[in-house]
Nanobody, 124 residues
Framework: QVQLVESGGGSVQAGGSLRLSCLASGSTYRYCMGWFRQAPGKEREGVATISTTSGRSLYADSVKGRFTISQDNAKTTLSLQMNSLKPEDSGMYYC??????????????????WGQGTLVTVSS
């Protein structure tokens, strides 16, 4: 079973940057890892995903060119570098893991484990 712990959230002004981290532990194999976010009163949405085997990444249109997802060589830490932040980027950010090879690492595939989240607040 995998455990995920996010960190790095905080408050920043529009145009600023934050770097989120997700530490993954446990023996479950991790095929895909991703970042998701949920703003108050809204549904959770996918932000970015990465394949732990190929390193290929996918991004939501709203964050392309501003956010970068990455993993360390040991594939235990997932990061999300967020630049040029906007107030609409505010919300709880969650790290997630998917173990099945049956589906690609898309934003809409099923995900098997979630962290508790880290809060990002961007003020205008």
């Amino acid at each position: 079973q995998v455990q995920l712990v996010e960190s790095g959230g905080g408050s920043v002004q529009a145009g600023g940057s934050l770097r989120l981290s997700c530490l993954a532990s446990g023996s479950t194999y991790r095929y895909c890892m991703g970042w998701f976010r949920q703003a108050p009163g809204k549904e959770r949405e996918g932000v970015a995903t990465i394949s732990t085997t190929s390193g290929r990444s996918l991004y939501a249109d709203s964050v392309k060119g501003r956010f970068t997802i990455s993993q360390d060589n040991a594939k235990t830490t997932l990061s999300l570098q967020m630049n040029s932040l906007k107030p609409e980027d505010s919300g709880m950010y969650y790290c997630a893991v998917a173990v099945s090879y049956a589906y690609a690492c898309t934003l809409t595939r099923s995900w098997d484990a979630w962290g508790q989240g880290t809060l990002v607040t961007v003020s205008s």
